[in-house]
């Protein structure tokens, strides 16, 4: 799909991040969009943005919907057939997601892992069965599913595990090549790509603590006091702030902006690329686990990558 203009084009996850640059930039290239987030606001400002870019007569709507629930990403569906009079659509990126629900083995937040696991995989697979039915209607789709470089490499370094987070992406992975095959015997005119990002300058740290009802800071102070910090000095309020700084490095500090990211994204769309790495972190990272899988793990395994000039942030956290 060299042309995007005129196409019809679903974003989940669209008030923030990846999502919202993905809006604007498809509205630049003359596709009408749909997108859908848990923010009415922050929807409004990517409307407003991809609006006041674009010089096409493009049609942009904003939709509540959480992507975890079927209801809702059917309701979805029918709201954008009805507002846009469409009876097809030509892309869907499931792009939604959160972070969150690390360690399974202590069981600390049973309730956050499901709901990290929930946004992440149920997010694409609620989405790619509410609008795979409108994409084989089309002359040419493209189903276009985020994963991560979680959805290849299950950590984010040695001290943090990182468990749903890692099981939903290597779903979302596993899942978009098989459905390739699938849909090259069953709709040939539909494809399916998946993304995956390195680290990417976003407020989804930020987003995953306020979707998550907050830090938790009896576990903060916890892991801290494991990894040697002296907690005792530290107030509720110190650790809130330790939170939101780390937050806002992890955004201000990466090496790809969200903008890049989806200009990556669309091109990897446009060149029919199905596997659609993100930065060369991800581009490094996805090398390295393939030469030497068995020591993946391995706490040295980080400095690896560290000394090639990448995921530096994981590694002074
Ligand atoms: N930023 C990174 O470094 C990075 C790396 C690899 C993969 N990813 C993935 O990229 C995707 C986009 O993330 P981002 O970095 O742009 O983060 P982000 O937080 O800026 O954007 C995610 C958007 O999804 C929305 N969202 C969250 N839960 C939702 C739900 N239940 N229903 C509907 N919308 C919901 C949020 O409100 C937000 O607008 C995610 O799937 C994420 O896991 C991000």
Redesign the pocket.
């Known amino acids: 799909m060299r042309n995007l203009h005129g196409k019809m084009a679903i974003v ?9 640059e993905l809006v604007r930039q498809l509205a630049v290239a003359g596709s009408h969009v749909a997108m ?4 009415p606001d ?1 929807m409004m400002e990517t409307e407003r943005l991809a609006l006041s870019e674009t010089t096409d007569d493009v049609r942009v709507t904003s939709h509540v ?4 629930d079927e209801a809702d990403m059917l309701a979805f569906r029918d709201q954008v057939q009805a507002r846009h009079e469409v009876e097809h659509v030509d892309l869907v990126f499931n ?5 969150g629900g690390g360690s399974f083995v202590t069981d600390e937040d049973r309730m956050a892992w499901e709901k990290t696991f929930d ?2 995989w149920h ?1 694409v697979y609620y989405g790619c069965r509410a609008f795979l039915p409108l994409l084989i209607r089309s002359e040419e789709g493209h189903i276009v599913n ?5 959805g290849f490499w299950a950590t984010v370094g040695p001290d943090v595990p990182h468990t749903a ?1 890692c099981a939903a ?1 290597f779903a979302v992975k596993g899942f978009t090549e098989a459905l390739n095959i699938d849909l090259r015997l069953h709709a040939p005119h539909v494809m399916a790509h998946v ?10 740290a930020l ?2 603590t306020a ?1 998550h009802g907050g830090p938790d800071l009896e576990r903060i102070r916890k892991t801290l006091a494991e990894r040697g910090s002296d907690v005792d000095q530290m107030s509720d309020a110190d650790l809130t702030e330790l939170v939101v700084s780390r937050g806002e490095r ?1 955004r201000d500090d ?1 090496p790809t902006t ?1 903008a890049e990211a989806a200009a990556i994204i669309l091109d990897g769309v446009r060149e029919k690329r199905w596997r659609i790495l ?1 930065g060369d972190d991800a581009i490094v990272l996805d090398e390295l686990v393939r030469e030497d899988p068995e020591f993946a793990y391995e706490p040295e395994f980080l400095q690896r990558i560290v000394e090639r000039g990448h995921l530096n942030y994981f590694d002074s956290r």
Not at 146 to 150: A, D, E, F, G
């Open positions: 989940t996850g669209g008030g923030t991040g990846m999502g919202r859908c987030d848990v923010s922050n919907c959480d992507v975890a792009n939604a997601g959160i972070g946004v992440c997010g985020t994963s991560s470089i979680n987070y992406k993304v995956m990002p390195g680290h990417i300058g976003t407020s989804i987003n995953s979707a992890f990466a969200a993100v």
